[in-house]
């Protein structure tokens, strides 16, 4: 099961939630791009350096392990990478690294070999589109920008970080022109996707539409 779409629409707490619904793993591909990002700024590495980028992240050791709860952990040189991905500074970075299309080719074979190993719902921004174009189950999140702010800053706040709402909404207008506009797999929504707008409706209510979206594509049973 692909989801796709921008950042801030929910797409991870409803992967999670269909996951447990499916009784299948999480395939959270966004952790991954997120590992390298954080694999070049720890290195101290200017981002606009494309040899330099690229040189860190093929040393890098990333892999997703199964774990005990049924989902995926992402490792990075051999320690799970936790929080230290969800930071303003990662989220940032990884828009810029994730350009560079050896790494996305990288990433998009783990991510193959991981799905097909264990199956997946799989999240991220261009599940659909590249990386399983072949699934009969493909959604696109979106969400109305101030709407993605207001959570993306909520979630900051609440964290203990210092948050400015115009800034958190001004980084997710740059971060979605970079998504939809670079030249290697860009965030798209095509007629073959089934399109879901996350603004008024709670995770639980988009992962009801999913399931009976499923059902009825596939015919098949899926649990209650």
């Given amino acids: 099961m692909a989801i796709d779409g921008p950042s801030g629409v929910g797409k991870s707490t409803v992967a999670r939630l269909l996951a447990r619904r499916l009784g299948v793993p999480v395939l959270d591909t966004g952790a991954t791009y997120r590992a390298v990002a954080l694999e070049v700024l720890e290195a101290g590495i200017d981002l606009d350096d494309r040899e330099a980028v690229l040189a860190a992240v093929g040393r890098a050791d990333i892999e997703l392990q199964p774990t005990a709860d049924g989902g995926l952990e992402v490792m990075l040189d051999g320690r799970p990478v936790g929080d230290r991905i969800r930071t303003p500074e990662v989220s940032a970075a990884t828009s810029r690294v ?3 299309p ?3 080719a990288r990433l998009v074979a783990l991510q193959r070999r991981v799905a097909a190993r264990f199956g997946a719902v799989v999240e991220g921004r261009d599940i659909g589109s590249v990386v399983f174009p ?4 493909k959604f696109f999140l979106d969400a109305r920008p101030a709407v993605r702010a207001d959570r993306r800053h909520l979630e900051l706040v609440a964290s203990g970080k210092d948050s400015s709402y115009q800034q958190v909404l001004r980084d997710i ?3 979605d022109a970079r998504d ?5 797999s860009p965030l798209i929504c095509d007629e073959t996707y089934h399109v879901i707008d996350s603004s008024d409706l709670t995770p639980e209510r988009i992962v009801d539409r999913m399931v009976a979206t499923i ?4 015919g098949a049973r899926t649990p209650p």
């Fill in 102 to 104: 050896e790494i996305r």
């Fill in 173 to 175: 207008e740059e971060r």
């Fill in 134 to 137: 072949e699934t009969l189950h």
């Fill in 180 to 184: 939809r506009g670079r030249p290697d």
């Fill in 215 to 218: 059902r009825r594509t596939s």
């Fill in 98 to 100: 994730s350009v560079h």
